[in-house]
């Protein structure tokens, strides 16, 4: 990875056909009929997820959503090429990569529907939990890829974010920290052109990879709807971060097919050419022409996989609903690491609100971990 690659790092095409890259097929080669179903099979789970979310979002039963459809290869494939040891800092659109280590869906939409501070432990699972503020969380993921290359961790640390990010100071500063001191961090980048409603070429007028070779760091750029090449391309950067490497980039270049979250209306700002032309680059679709093309497809598989898509998705839903609301006073739990007397007044304040108007205190009950077994 000495460079950027001007044209993205593809090993499917849209058609399903392989592309005949010798260096970043040798990374997939033990991807065999069986690794790529299970590939597959994440792919559509999640987007039967995000669907299933958009509703409750629309149904008033979550606050917002931050839909990831057309974004699932470079989600899915990225995660597989990470192991448990290695450490996750997300943005708030990362639910397939969440699911991938292992958190439910459920418990990824807790914090939408209003009941938790956040969603997973991330302990757990060794993810993070979503970071609102866009790009703070490329210094999370530096700071902590440094740490742990001063214990001697012999692992990756990964930072998802999107091209809008790219444009805050807080990702040029972890740029630049990561690159002066060598941490072992991936820097990913989902390139899905739109920040809300500016386009890609309004954030950048060169590929935002180029940015990380201005800050001496490696960078590829690779179709983020090709599965296989983006796992092929994070397992390079990874191996390189365990291995006293030092920092890489990835640009996966995809698209956004829905709204930015709920509360946006796409049509505002991009025309439905532009949807259709990218709806022709599907990444669930290009997978399955591949399983067609090499007469690995099965039908009945394919019937029992969307059956298992709706059942986690009906699964999701009903965990939802069935959410306890949290006591009111977790409302003041984790602002800070010890106690504080303004925060307690507050409490107190509150407490004597909800003891004037009952009907304001939600029913206490408990709330699970979220993590899947």
Do not use: K
Not at 270 to 280: L, M
């Amino acid at each position: 990875m000495p460079g950027t690659t001007e044209y993205p790092v593809q090993l499917i095409q849209p058609d399903g056909a392989r592309v005949h890259n010798p260096e970043y097929r040798a990374l997939v080669a033990d991807i065999g009929p069986d690794e790529l179903w299970e590939l597959y099979a994440d792919l559509v789970v999640t987007r039967r997820i995000d669907i299933e979310a958009v509703a409750l979002a629309r149904q008033g039963q979550l606050g917002l959503w931050a839909p990831f459809q057309g974004q699932e290869a470079a989600q899915v494939g990225s995660a597989h090429a990470l192991r448990p040891d290695d450490y996750v800092f997300c943005s708030y659109r990362e639910t397939a990569v969440a699911y991938c280590r292992g958190v439910l869906p459920s418990a990824a939409a807790a914090m939408w529907r209003g009941v938790a501070h956040s969603s997973w432990d991330p302990a757990a699972v060794n993810m993070t939990n979503p970071a609102i503020v866009v790009g703070a969380q490329g210094l999370h993921a530096t700071g902590y890829a440094y740490a742990a290359q001063l214990d001697g961790a012999e692992i990756a640390t990964v930072v998802y974010f999107g091209d809008g990010a790219t444009s805050q100071g807080d990702i040029a500063e972890a740029l630049t920290f990561a690159a002066s001191w060598s941490t072992p961090v991936v820097f990913f980048c989902q390139n899905n052109h739109w920040a809300i409603s500016e386009p890609v070429g309004l954030q950048s007028a060169t590929p935002i990879a180029h940015r990380a070779v201005g800050y001496g760091i490696p960078a590829v750029r690779v179709d983020g709807n090709d599965v296989l090449a983006v796992l092929a391309a994070t397992r390079q950067a990874a191996e390189r971060a365990r291995t006293g490497g030092g920092p890489s980039f990835i640009e996966a270049i995809t698209y956004r097919m829905g709204p930015h979250t709920t509360a946006d209306d796409p049509t505002r700002y991009r025309t439905a050419a532009e949807i259709e032309e990218w709806a022709g680059r599907d990444p669930i679709l290009r997978v399955r022409r591949l399983l067609e093309r090499e007469n690995l497809f099965d039908t009945a598989a394919q019937q029992r996989l969307d059956e298992r898509a709706d059942a986690e998705a009906a699964r999701m839903r009903t965990e939802i609903l069935t959410m306890p609301d949290p006591d009111p006073s977790a409302l003041f739990e984790h602002v800070y690491s010890a106690p504080h007397p303004l925060l307690d007044a507050q409490r107190a304040e509150y407490a004597a609100y909800l003891a004037d108007d009952p009907a304001e205190a939600a029913a206490p009950g408990p709330r699970g971990e979220g993590v899947r077994s």
